[in-house]
């Protein structure tokens, strides 16, 4: 019986004695090591009921055992739901009522709370610890090491993804085997890895990136990774001169810079840094060559498409863009129902093997979103350069509405960052009673700048309409990000929502 993803992710790893895992603490768990641990914990998953089709809900802290966890669903043909570990009961009651799964694993110290949730929904609860003790240890200990994987083709469904829903609830992204692989295949090849790779891993594996794009790509390539409970710049600066290549959140780079043991010659060994998940500033894109002598290498992708688009591994990787289409993903940009032209902002349409399959249980978000020709329409907004390379302007929903006129908030930020003393800003909309949404400022000064927000408004004022100039502006120390080091520009409407309607 074939099964296409574990096929072409886990079942190569047989008889690998050399080090697939290598933990933080100096230890490793070998290929077969961790396959042998894939069957046997799929073996005990089976034995408590979970087949082809169910849902297997996990929240649980980063560990070899958590990976593995995701092999067993697949080994079964069971679909994958790792959630959040920072969700609450409540939050996770809403998840498990939405996919019903039949099993749910979750932390040990979290299981009297959710106990009573994963009752309520139906689902049996199991404990996995970071440790690798819990539940699923005691099982998969007395379960035998191979399986005979369920049959599984490009159409069955690998995982639910939830989007981090910062408006609305979160929707379960439905992620077929087809969908992964396909896009795993294409990131290895574009991205060049090999057997030889050892991938520096502090992600968390609860969302696309950590999961599919590293995970997967590392699998499907051959290669180890370093894998690490999440991410500390010192730890990360210790083990790097044994990797080959990081892929990584921007704020992991704006850390990793203020380390000053980050030098050329830290960083020789190096094949490849790779950002994603949130803008990447130019700046920081600048400062990581300079220092480093390497240049980031940026791609965009979402929950529901895996990844879209990249700069060239061989070529100009471009700093604040990110790159091309992927091989086999095509790309439009519509404005006023047509193609928008070079350098014309609209909306970012993605079509290909990689494109989910819908939202679980929500047909109308669904039709909202994509289109019966397959497209989907990503909500976020962007450009092609003059040399075709792609430019994300931000979230159509972060778009200001001023007056009747749009201003993206990406122009404004540039010029902000631009002015001296500044790190980074966040422009945002905020109530307004003429205008209906004026256009505000929240600024971050670099280390040890004082900033005068009025002066900084001053600086930028002749080079933008006047629509489009900030009405007002305030200092903080730092941008509310979520875990994936996006700006949660929701934090700050709602924060500054009286300042001009108070
Ligand atoms: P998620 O579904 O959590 O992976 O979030 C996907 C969203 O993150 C995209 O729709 C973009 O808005 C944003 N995003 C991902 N990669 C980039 C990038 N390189 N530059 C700018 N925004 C990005």
Redo the contacts with the bound molecule.
Sequence with gaps: MTNMLFDALFAPLAGRDSPFLILGDGSSLSGDAFLRMVARQANALAGQGLAKGDRLAVQVAKSPGALALYGAAVALGAVFLPLNTAYTAAEVDYFLGNATPRLFVCDGDKAAALAPVADRNGARLLTLNADGTGDIADLAALAPDRITPAGCGADDLAAFLY??GTTGRSKGAMLTQGNLLSNAGVLVREWRFTAKDVLLHALPIF???GLFVASNVSLLSGGAMIFLPGFDAAQVMALMPKATAMMGVPTFYTRLLDDPALTRAATAHMRVFI??????LAETHDAWAARTGHRIL???????TNMNTSNPYDGERRAGT?GFPLPGVELRILTEGREAAPEEVGMIEVRGPNVFQGYWQMPDKTREELRPDGWFI???LGKRDADGYVH?VG?AKDLVITGGYNVYPKEVELLLDEVPGVLESAVIGLPHPDFGEAVFAVLVPQKGAALDPQAVLAAIAGRLAKFKQPKGAVVVDSLPRNT?G?VQKNILRDTYRTRFSG
């Design positions: 989007t981090s969302h696309t990136h950002s994603g998940s949130a803008p990447l940026e791609r965009y992708g979402m929950t529901e990110v990503t909500g976020d994300i979230r994936m996006k």
